[in-house]
């Protein structure tokens, strides 16, 4: 069974860090990319971020490309997302998903969700 577990939300005020942490299991992890998306009260769930398997090529929507960083290690099945200066329109919670395939920010192409984790930036 194929599960992905995100960490490490939390609040935060306005130009602080957050790391996220998705853990995943049950798959070969390394055969997968992984893309991060949020979703803020009221909105759609939105593509944030995406890294392919090797961890050699990463994609950033413009609204944090700067502030945003994503990397992983395959020895560990995880993918983690650091979040710096971070702003009060950051706030939503933060999903992970996996997908084998090339980079895609359609959230229908991810078979394999987390649950989610709260992030909240106080201005």
């Known amino acids: 069974q194929v599960q992905l577990v995100e960490s490490g939300g939390g609040l935060v005020q306005a130009g602080g860090s957050l790391r996220l942490s998705c853990a995943a299991s049950?798959?070969?992890?390394?055969?997968?990319?992984v893309g991060w998306f949020r979703q803020a009260p009221g909105k759609e769930r939105e593509f944030v971020t995406y890294?392919?398997?090797?961890?050699?090529?990463?994609y950033f929507i413009d609204s944090v490309k700067g502030r945003f960083t994503i990397s992983r290690d395959n020895a560990k099945n995880t993918v983690y997302l650091q979040m710096d200066s971070l702003k009060p329109e950051d706030t939503a919670v933060y999903y992970c998903?996996?997908?084998?395939?090339?980079?895609?920010?359609?959230?229908?192409?991810?078979?394999?969700w987390g649950r989610g984790t709260q992030v909240t930036v106080s201005s």
């Open positions: 998903a996996a997908r084998m395939g090339p980079y895609s920010e359609d959230k229908r192409s991810y078979p394999y």
């Open positions: 049950g798959l070969v992890f390394s055969n997968y990319a």
């Open positions: 890294i392919n398997r090797s961890g050699r090529s990463t």
